[in-house]
């Protein structure tokens, strides 16, 4: 790992000198987290930027926000009728409540003890970059967009916008006969707090299960989308309509594209994870869901032979004992005083070197051990 003054790893904390965003991934090159996984800075710009794209607005918390708490006030949302003017969220009043959720979430977050606040704000900010990523909102955060790609993206944020996105509301449940929780279908008590979801006309959810079908995380700020009478957070959304990049983490648009281990892949992301080198028509391996190279392979996982201490290549046949491995060849798995071939042959291993006998082992150490059996694999 390099020297980096980026911003510093939350899950590796001393283990990453700090964020050096790759070129194509959405992942820091000497940690290999996620972008989001790491302390980025907070503004009110960039905290409120997915929502304003989302939305189609250039709002932040700072403009007008007086204007917006005043709109607010003036929306029940205890009133079936008011949530019908949430259906389409070109009204300015869905840009007005997601502004205010999105302020009941801040101030939420002040009212913690100091020491929480930044774990607080964090983990929120953490998520809303999970659930709502920038490259689902903007063109301009896409690297991988052709003329006919970005057709069909401007498409899509323009069908979702009027579609499916939506402000889960709060509200109480009023009805008097039986209301069951969409999520978990358990019975919801008159009075007791519920979340309402116009795109779902009829359903409420218990506020803790107001969450994403696919991750099953609850939705930041409830910013919902809707489809097959579903909830799902943004980017589990657009997974239901189209395939996302595994290298580059975007939407992909185009016709052609790569399929392997059960993911996709930009046809020319589709590179080993350590050296970046192209895979199309190439041998490789996958390790913890992660295509390498062969060379990279063998160079960061590949067993050493304990007698010339090459690696055992994925290809290779192997022996191993304990925690040594030898090449499955008369060469390498054979007697060190004698070079008997030793292969289901049993052997006697002193200091890590094979013997085929105790006249062997005794020839050179003047004692002898117990006879052992090794076990051979292939790869």
């Known amino acids: 790992m390099g020297a980096s003054s980026g911003p510093r790893c ?194 409420c959810w218990h506020p803790g299960c107001f969450t994403c079908s696919t991750c099953r995380q609850l939705l930041v700020d409830n910013i919902y989308f809707g489809r097959d009478s579903r909830l799902y957070c943004g980017r589990h959304y657009a997974d239901q309509l189209y395939p996302r990049c595994s290298a580059c983490d975007e939407i992909i648009f185009a016709r052609e594209y790569t399929q392997a281990e059960g993911r996709s892949w930009h046809v020319h992301h589709f590179c080993c994870w350590s050296c970046d080198s192209p895979l199309a028509g190439q041998r490789y391996i996958a390790k913890d869901d992660n295509p390498y190279c062969m060379v990279c392979f063998d160079k960061l996982y590949s067993k050493v032979c304990s007698t010339c201490q090459r690696p055992i290549t994925d290809d290779a046949p192997g022996v191993t004992h304990g925690s040594l491995h030898w090449h499955a060849c008369p060469h390498c798995f054979s007697c060190h005083a004698c070079a008997r071939a030793l292969l289901n042959q049993p052997f006697i291993l002193r200091n890590g070197r094979l013997y085929c006998s105790q006249e062997c082992s005794y020839r050179l150490h003047g004692c002898s051990l117990t006879a052992s059996i090794a076990r051979q694999y292939a790869t």
């Not at 939350?10 to 964020?19: A, E």
């Not at 259906?87 to 869905?94: F, G, K, L």
């Not at 302020?103 to 009212?111: D, E, L």
Request: proline share 6%; net charge positive.
């Open 10 to 203: 939350l899950k590796c904390i001393d283990g990453c000198p700090g964020l050096d965003l790759h070129y194509f991934r959405k992942v820091c090159k000497n940690c290999r987290c996620p972008q989001e996984d790491h302390d980025l800075p907070s503004s009110d710009d960039m905290d409120f930027r997915p929502i304003s794209l989302l939305f189609d607005t250039t709002m932040t918390s700072r403009d007008g926000k007086a204007d917006w708490m005043a709109r607010l006030e003036k929306l029940s949302i205890h009133d079936p009728g008011g949530l019908a003017q949430m259906c389409s969220p070109q009204n300015d009043v869905v840009i007005s409540r997601l502004i205010s959720e999105n302020m009941r979430s801040q101030k939420y977050i002040s009212m913690l003890p100091e020491d929480k606040q930044e774990f607080a704000a964090q983990l929120r900010r953490r998520q809303l970059q999970r659930q709502l990523p920038l490259h689902d909102l903007d063109p301009r955060f896409c690297s991988s967009l052709g003329e006919k790609e970005a057709a069909k993206y401007d498409k899509f944020i323009d069908k979702r916008r009027k579609k499916a996105a939506g402000i889960g509301q709060i509200g109480e449940v009023s009805s008097t006969g039986i209301v069951k929780c969409h999520n978990c279908k358990v019975k919801m008590e008159s009075g007791s707090p519920a979340v309402i979801a116009a795109r779902l006309p009829g359903e």
